[in-house]
Nanobody, 118 residues
Framework: QVQLVESGGGLVQAGGSLRLSCAAS????????MGWYRQVPGKQRELVAI???????NYADSVKGRFTISRDNAKNTVYLQMNSLKPEDTAVYYC????????????WGQGTQVTVSS
């Protein structure tokens, strides 16, 4: 059974920072690509950042220069450092993993709430 467990969400004031973590465990799955997505009620889930194993990260335009994605392959863990947070960053953040770029992710975490107050 594959599990992705996120942590690090919470309430922060605008301009503040948060660091999300997501640890993947289990067997028989690929963590070649790991990423963070977010969703607000009534809207589609959107990509925030994605990082392939040994590759170059890619970011949504809305977070470029403020968020940094990184990963520790030995720990099957992906991180999202979020700086200069804005109220519009408020969402449930999900981590995900899969074998291929530009393909749907295979496994998802349960989500962690990030709330940015103005």
């Amino acid at each position: 059974q594959v599990q992705l467990v996120e942590s690090g969400g919470g309430l922060v004031q605008a301009g503040g920072s948060l660091r999300l973590s997501c640890a993947a465990s289990g067997s028989g799955f690929s963590t070649n690509v790991m990423g963070w997505y977010r969703q607000v009620p009534g809207k589609q889930r959107e990509l925030v950042a994605i990082i392939p194993r040994g590759g170059i990260p890619n970011y949504a335009d809305s977070v470029k220069g403020r968020f940094t994605i990184s990963r520790d392959n030995a720990k099957n863990t992906v991180y999202l450092q979020m700086n200069s947070l804005k109220p519009e960053d408020t969402a449930v953040y999900y981590c995900a993993t899969g074998p291929y770029l530009n393909r749907p992710m295979t496994f998802w975490g349960q989500g962690t709430q990030v709330t940015v107050s103005s």
